[in-house]
């Protein structure tokens, strides 16, 4: 059974960090492209960051780019999110997932396994 597990959520000031971890099993990780995706209540869900199975190819929506980073470690089947210089429009639980695609993909339609989120509150 395939599983995903996101854990490093938690409460921080305007301007702190966070790294958000995926810890995935049942799959073979290396096959699998990796995205992070968030959802606000009352909000749809958000394409965060997207990584190949190499880490060669990164994608990242506009939002997020110089704040949030995203890497992975095949040998620990592991997916990473750091994010930095937090808002309190982050505010969302964030979603690790695996697409088993060529590309790199950045629409939730394209992913095939989810984890249960994890939850990040940034205070003003």
């Known amino acids: 059974q395939v599983q995903l597990v996101e854990s490093g959520g938690g409460l921080v000031h305007t301007g702190g960090s966070l790294r958000l971890s995926c810890a995935a099993s049942?799959?073979?990780?290396?096959?699998?492209?990796m995205g992070w995706f968030r959802q606000a209540p009352g909000k749809e869900r958000e394409f965060v960051a997207s990584i190949n199975w190499s880490s060669a190819i990164t994608y990242y929506a506009d939002s997020m780019k110089g704040r949030f980073t995203i890497s992975r470690d095949n040998a620990k089947n592991t997916v990473f999110l750091q994010m930095n210089s937090l808002k309190p429009e982050d505010t969302a639980v964030y979603y690790c997932?695996?697409?088993?695609?060529?590309?790199?993909?950045?629409?939730?339609?394209?992913?095939?396994?989810w984890g249960q989120g994890t939850q990040v509150t940034v205070s003003s």
């Open positions: 049942g799959l073979i990780f290396s096959n699998y492209a």
């Open positions: 997932a695996a697409s088993y695609r060529s590309g790199v993909a950045t629409t939730y339609t394209l992913y095939d396994y």
